[in-house]
């Protein structure tokens, strides 16, 4: 069974986050088969916010993948609502559960 991966989109200085069960978090999911982590980490992010993104290789030793956004703007059929989808400060990141290496990804992005 493949590992879930998660989709590290940073956009204007903000992290994309869900809300899940315990808090906020990346959206994650799946790959399914024959799918790249890229290809994964992209539909995920469309089919649970309706934002168009584009995966990158992803960070080393993690299922998380950078993700570069393709449009501003959400399409409609997005399987979370706009209540349960967060644009945060990536300064304002501290409480969510991160991985250490997209910790590390997030520092090169933080405006100075």
């Known amino acids: 069974m493949k590992n879930a991966v998660q989709a590290v989109v940073v956009y204007d200085?903000?992290?994309?986050?869900?809300?899940?069960?315990?808090g906020w978090g990346l959206?994650?999911?799946?790959?399914?088969?024959?799918?790249?982590?890229?290809?994964?980490a992209a539909r995920v992010v469309y089919e649970t916010t309706g934002y168009l993104a584009d995966g990158s290789p992803a960070l080393d030793g993690t299922a998380a993948v950078p993700c570069q956004l393709l449009s501003e703007d959400p399409s409609?059929?997005?399987?979370?609502?706009?209540?349960d989808i967060r644009w945060t400060p990536?300064?304002?990141t501290a409480a969510i559960a991160l991985p250490a290496a997209v910790r590390d990804y997030l520092a090169g992005h933080t405006p100075v």
């Open 13 to 22: 200085g903000r992290l994309l986050l869900i809300r899940e069960a315990d």
């Open 76 to 83: 409609d059929g997005a399987r979370l609502g706009p209540e």
């Open 27 to 40: 959206p994650s999911g799946v790959g399914q088969p024959a799918e790249t982590a890229q290809a994964t």
């Open 90 to 92: 990536v300064e304002q």
